[in-house]
């Protein structure tokens, strides 16, 4: 598995991979994503603190698991994104939908808001 | 081989910040990507591809060339989302000539008449 997946007891799950997020490895990302959501995990946080770079194909990864997180109810976010990423992401105004949150409890915060909603 | 040109460059030139140069970085290695997967069936393991780089008072400019297939694909369809876009009917891929422009000056493509691709990237400072 690329992907390092850990559930949390409020029915988050933190999404961890190391290296380079690119077309490489996107479409196996994509796919680990969506198994990950149809398993259940539907509430996700990509932790982006070991990824050194994204290229258009991860972002296109990252943005297969939005989807498919949001088709199930849920919804995929993404924490500790670098320079490089978040530069990505506001070329492509993909910030607008996928913001990046500065640490795990922001991102974390957001769910609890919506459960408490 | 571009980490190679950017110490090279910043040894006799002055150059625009970091985030400047990785810009320029990014825009190479999507318009790379994209040449390479239209111009070259996926099954090809050979993929050539040249690259130029040249330095100028006042810009950076990259030169790609490979001898593939001549690219026909339209130019990006992407529209930036605004806060209302269904995230569902996000495009899950097309991102990367979009990126290349937006980070760059200036991308023109060309065919050759000797039957190459010619992607040209200018950044200025």
Known sequence: MTLQSEPGDDGVTIVRMDGRLDLLIAAEVKQQLAELIASGHRRLIFDLDRVSVVDSSGLGALISGLKAARQAGGDLRIARANNQVRTLLSLTMLERVLRPYETLEEARAGYSQIVAD | ?125
């Open chain 2, 1 to 125: 081989m571009i980490d190679r040109f950017w110490n090279d460059a910043v040894r006799i030139d002055r150059l625009p910040p970091e985030m400047w140069r990785n810009l320029f970085t990014t825009a190479l290695a999507e318009v790379a990507a994209n040449g390479l997967r239209h111009a070259y069936p996926p099954d090809t393991t050979r993929r050539p591809l040249r690259v130029r780089l040249r330095l100028f008072p006042d810009r950076v400019e990259a030169l790609l060339i490979d001898h593939g297939a001549p690219y026909e694909s339209p130019p990006s369809t992407y529209n930036a989302p605004d806060h209302e876009t269904e995230v569902t009917l996000l495009p899950e891929s097309g991102y990367g000539l979009f990126i290349a422009r937006a980070a760059l000056d200036s991308l023109r493509y060309r065919r050759s008449r000797n039957g190459y691709n010619c992607w040209k990237l200018v950044k200025k400072k």
